[in-house]
């Protein structure tokens, strides 16, 4: 996910904005935070040991990669062979003219991507690389490929089991799919599909407000490093950026100021664009490197040097940047995607596979490439996350690491606006929606903005970083347990595709 | 029979198309198809909140189009003795409106020169500038 730039548990990596000076409530948030926060942790990120290395597999990993495989086999290579339907269906297609005003597939998929899209595609490929060597990028790529399968299940799972209100707003996730779908499949587990679903909302109300700190903060400390590292003016000021983004996010989530979000919304892509684009452009320059590249990558991911772990550390800390970047087997794209407007849930599935494959196969592949073919890397060197990014552009367009700032900032903006959302669809589930209610929740996001940037509360970021790979555990029990449903369901709609019987408008 | 299709969005200049379009149908003995449409993109970003009430706000788009524009112009015309058909859509002008032209086999579109602000249509060209480039039928572009 976007605001994974640290490792946690076994790699911690100083966070380059540790210029905060250490005050007395830090220490005593930290004090009470920490023993939860560790508890939490040790589950998540406990690592069954492995022989031969001394790394260890981290739970929440094995957990998702296992479930991204399964799906794919049970969905018969679903990730792969559905890419170019569900491409006709993101063109519209398939969309019946009298929908338009509605919420299209694209629009469904570009606001989930703008929840994921950010510093793990930037941050995140630097670390596996620096941490991992060129291999890494193989596993990253074939997490991304694999991962696209959760997608799709838990995606249609969470338009199947929206709520549709009468004054036609939508509530969809994993609540939902959790509560109703075990409920009506399952009628003995009935309990079980409501305790998983709390479970869920209260992890992703965690995930919701801890990744909203994190991403301040990481913001800011982007922001001083381009400004100066610790000689820069605005040393000391994170209270006042925080203080400034709280009032962006406010004005959106609260305001309703369309306004601002509509700038966001023409920028992030924007931005995307720039940098897909940028990072094309170096790999067009040096092109007579590319097959050398990729085979690097294709060497290093099954004969890796042994400065990078062996082999079973360079396959570990792919897939662990692919699984914490797409967010496949979380639930919270599920969330995003279940406003779309349609009455076949499988077709949002569907879109939902290039989730995935943007996020973690192109942009990722083109920022491992760009860092590989400049260069970049300083073997058994520091880890790096956004600042080997930064020097790999860096050194072709010198005037980058100012776009990259600019693109971490709104990226950082657009992931707190989404998740912003997600915190809440989980807090109304809980306790139920209204004006006041509502308003806490928006409330205390804005708190969570402003304490991110200001203060540095360690025990905080890993109770986050913890409270959202968590969400998986609820999540994927039911998604396995519904999978069926979504069979039965996918099944027949391709037979109906094959067979021509779907229509198309163009 | 001829059948005319006019372009209206709220606009002074929409509402002199229309008094053309009226007085031309008249004069042809046309009916009159008139058309508002709702400026919407396939393809815009939306944040999740947007995209939730999106089936709500495109409900509350069209009831506004309906009862606040295109109902008011509609009622005195009727009485006039014209036939007419009111139209709210979303879309892109230009394309609904080529669209609706051939859906309805019109035989002429008649829109107001302006209608963006005077920089975007110098720029991009307006609705007028583009349906005369894609129109299947003639267009008369009202000043």
């Known amino acids: 996910m976007s605001f994974r730039i640290s490792v946690p548990a076994c790699l911690t990596i100083p966070v380059p904005g540790a210029a905060f000076a250490d005050q007395g409530l830090d220490g005593t948030i930290d004090r009470l935070v920490t023993p939860l926060s560790d508890a939490l942790s040790a589950l998540i990120f406990y690592e069954i040991p492995l ?29 792969l062979r559905a890419m170019k339907h569900s491409f006709r269906l993101l063109r519209g297609d398939y969309t019946p003219p009298d929908a338009a005003g509605e919420v299209t597939h694209f629009q469904a998929l570009a606001t989930a991507l703008s929840g994921t899209v950010g510093l793990g595609n930037i941050a995140g490929v630097a670390l ?35 709520n549709e209100y009468a004054d036609g707003t939508v509530s969809g996730g994993p609540m939902y799919y959790l509560s109703k779908g075990i409920a009506s499949e399952y009628p003995n587990l009935a309990v079980l599909g409501k305790g998983l679903a709390i479970v869920f909302a209260v992890f992703c109300i965690g995930g919701a407000l801890g990744g909203t700190m994190f991403q301040t903060n990481q913001a800011f400390s982007q922001l001083l490093n381009v400004t100066g590292g610790g000689a820069s003016v605005l040393q000391g000021y994170g209270w006042l950026f925080g203080v400034v983004v709280a009032l962006l996010v406010g004005m959106v989530i609260i305001g309703g100021i369309r306004s601002i979000a509509r700038v966001t919304e023409k920028l992030v892509p924007v931005m995307g664009v720039t940098y897909v684009l940028a990072g094309l452009l170096i790999i067009g320059t040096h092109i007579e490197q590319l097959p050398a590249a990729f085979g690097a990558i294709v060497t290093g991911a099954f004969q890796p040097e042994g ?14 940047r692919a699984a914490f970047s797409n967010e496949a087997g979380i639930g919270s794209a599920a969330i995003a995607h279940s406003a779309v407007r349609t009455d076949k849930p499988v077709t949002e599935g569907l879109v939902a596979l290039y989730e995935p494959f943007i996020d973690t196969v192109v942009v990722c592949t083109i920022t491992a490439l760009v860092i590989i073919i400049t260069g970049s890397i300083v073997p058994s060197g520091d880890v790096e996350g956004v600042a080997l990014t930064s020097r790999a552009f860096a050194s072709v367009f010198d005037w980058f690491p100012l776009v990259l700032l600019v693109a971490v900032l709104l990226f950082a903006f657009s992931t707190v606006i989404s998740w912003s959302y997600y915190g ?3 807090f109304t589930y809980l306790l139920g929606e209204g004006r006041d209610r509502e308003l806490a929740f928006k409330g205390s996001v804005l708190v969570a903005t ?3 940037s200001s203060i540095n509360l360690f025990s905080v970021m890993n109770f986050a970083d913890a409270m959202v790979l968590a969400m998986s555990l609820p999540n994927l029990v039911g998604v396995y347990l519904l999978a069926p449903v979504v069979k039965r369901e996918f099944v027949a709609y391709w037979r109906d595709y094959k067979a021509g019987r779907l229509q198309t408008y163009r | 029979m001829e059948r005319f299709l006019v372009g209206i969005d709220g606009s002074e200049c929409g509402d002199r198309a229309l008094s053309t379009a009226v007085a031309q149908a008249r004069a042809a003995g046309a009916e009159l198809v008139i058309c508002f449409v709702i400026a919407w993109s396939p393809y815009s970003f939306s944040t999740p909140q947007e995209n939730a009430e999106r089936h709500r ?3 509350e788009e069209l009831e506004a189009a309906r009862s606040k524009i295109l109902e008011p112009r509609v009622a005195g015309l009727k009485a006039g003795g014209l036939a007419i058909e009111s139209v709210a859509r979303h879309g892109h002008p230009v394309r609904t409106l080529v669209k609706l032209a051939e859906e309805r086999e019109a035989d002429l579109i008649v829109v107001g020169r302006s209608g963006d602000t005077p920089l975007k249509t110098r720029i991009f060209g307006g609705t007028a500038v583009g349906l005369v480039q894609s129109s299947p039928v003639p267009v008369l572009v009202v000043p």
């Open chain 1, 424 to 426: 809440l669809k989980a």
């Open chain 1, 450 to 452: 402003v304490l991110g």
């Open chain 1, 51 to 79: 022989p031969l290395v001394d790394q260890g597999l981290p739970f929440i990993v094995l957990w998702l990669v296992v479930a991204a495989l399964f799906f794919t086999v049970y969905f018969g290579f679903i990730n």
């Open chain 1, 128 to 162: 596996a690389v620096s941490l991992g060597g060129p291999g890494a990028t193989f596993w990253m790529i074939l997490a991304g490929l694999l991962g696209m399968s959760t997608k799709f299940v838990e995606c249609t799972l969470g338009v199947k089991y929206r």
């Open chain 1, 307 to 320: 400065v990078y772990g062996g082999f079973v550390g360079v396959l570990i800390m792919g897939l662990r």
């Open chain 2, 57 to 59: 706000r495109r409900e």
